[in-house]
């Protein structure tokens, strides 16, 4: 269960009204070994100890435009954009990290990569310092082990998204989201987050997937079911990527 301070988090708004870490000490420890037991349950006492659990409102730049980043972030609620300068000043967004995704610049390699990470709504982060990630790689073998796994699950999510990204059209997008990134396996569940994060995370614009999602109703390819759950009718072959 997600501490319930993480829970009640507004989307509604630009900055999080409610203050989530308890105001003593030792409480506030306490409530931070919660969450990460429920995200990161693998994360050994050293780095317990230094982890962090923060509120970030929209606009805040985890690491900018060739820094360094001290920490290694882990989204526990939210929208984050890793993006990159482009010659036509646009921008290429590299990363759209939600729920259960890692950021951090380079992984934590220690030299700036002219990227820019932002997070686009009101996030919880779970952060870790770099520095002490390391060590505990190099002197915690059951730990690295751990991690290799955690980045494996990374990686594959990523392909997935890079597999999705490449199909032309939105709905088939968006049966490949349903058809894939539901934990339990079944083509039903509960959005995560807002349909503008949804969007962007699908690389469309959010009056794209509103209409998309319309189609799709209409045509009897999905249900749109209340407690903003959706179910896939018909799981068709999804497409090959381009």
Known sequence: MWPAEIKRMSWRTDSIVRKPVPESAGAGRQWANAVIDTAVPFLPEALRRRARVTKAVAGK?????????EDIHHVLKGYVS????????EGNILQCAVSGDWIAESFGSGR???VLAVCERPTFLLSVPTR?????LDHDHEFARAWCVELGRQ???????????RMPQ???????YLATENVEGRPEMVLPYPKCVLAAHLGVVPETLSRALAAMEAQGRIECLPGKRMRLVEQQPLAKAA
């Open 170 to 176: 939105a709905s088939e997008r968006i049966a490949h």
């Open 82 to 89: 890793v993006r990159r300068d482009s010659p036509d000043g």
């Open 61 to 69: 730049v985890l690491f900018g435009r060739g820094e360094a980043a």
């Open 155 to 165: 990686m594959a999510r990523l392909q997935r998204q890079m597999e999705r990204l």
């Open 112 to 114: 700036g990569s002219g």
């Open 132 to 136: 002490a990630l390391n060590d505990c």
